[in-house]
């Protein structure tokens, strides 16, 4: 592919980005002076590459506002140092207050585990999914309804890695100086656009085992989000 081609793929989205700088400047003349200062985001989004579920349109924030970690599957990973270091950055650096695990209805990761197939390294990614069945197999399999059984699995994975990160050393070490921080377990419904939690947040070590009660009582009573 010569340069010529790879500009002219591109073009429509340079156009986009050319009248976005200019929107942004018309309404907010210093608005680049100001972020290119410094970013003070109070929140951080950990959710899935999914292209449906982009973490500052869902929430109405614009640059600045939220600092972000996607991956396949919106996973939290006790040994993924890409993780590890946002989620640290987060809390040791910026100072975030809230950090937002949100999982999503449809995703492809849940699926694929559901589905049995096995793809090279996002089947070794996906392991950790696969757990999460393995954890809840039991009443995974009572249910007959194939998108029930994949809803479930998308909030249960949710709900499983807010677990992960409240076990994470630099979130234990924020609640024991007193660092305010609250975690919260959401899940996105590509269907009506609209976020809802799991359960109230938690905001403390002895908070996670009320937390998982509360969400796991919701989820599997009937009163799941969705
Ligand atoms: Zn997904």
Redesign the pocket.
């Known amino acids: 592919m010569s340069k010529k081609d790879i500009s002219d793929g591109l073009r429509p989205l340079f156009e986009n980005n050319r009248a976005w700088a200019k929107r942004m400047l018309k309404t907010d003349p210093a608005f680049f002076d100001r972020l290119a200062q410094q970013q003070a985001p109070r929140y951080l989004w950990i959710g899935?590459?999914?292209s449906r579920?982009p973490a500052n349109q869902i929430i109405g924030l614009p640059p600045g506002e939220v600092f972000v970690h996607r991956n396949?599957?919106?996973l939290v990973v006790p040994t993924d140092l890409n993780c590890l270091t946002v989620v640290e950055y987060a809390i040791e650096v910026l100072r975030v207050e809230h950090i937002m695990v949100v999982?999503?209805y449809?995703?492809?990761?849940?699926q694929t585990v559901l589905s049995g197939q096995r793809l090279g390294l996002s089947g070794h990614w996906l392991h950790h999914v696969e757990m999460v069945r393995h954890t809840y197999a039991k009443q995974l399999d009572a249910i007959e309804q194939p998108q029930q059984l994949v809803d479930r699995l998308?909030e249960l994975n949710a709900l499983e890695q807010v677990s992960q990160l409240c076990r994470l050393p630099s979130v234990m070490n924020a609640w024991k100086r007193e660092q305010a921080l609250t975690l919260h377990g959401l899940i996105y419904d590509i269907h009506d656009g609209l976020l809802r939690k799991l359960a109230n947040p938690v905001s403390s070590p002895p908070d996670l085992a009320r937390w998982r009660k509360s969400a796991l009582k919701s989820i599997w009573s009937g009163k799941s989000p969705r």
């Open positions: 899935c590459s999914d579920v396949v599957a919106n999982g999503h449809g995703c492809g990761g849940v998308c």
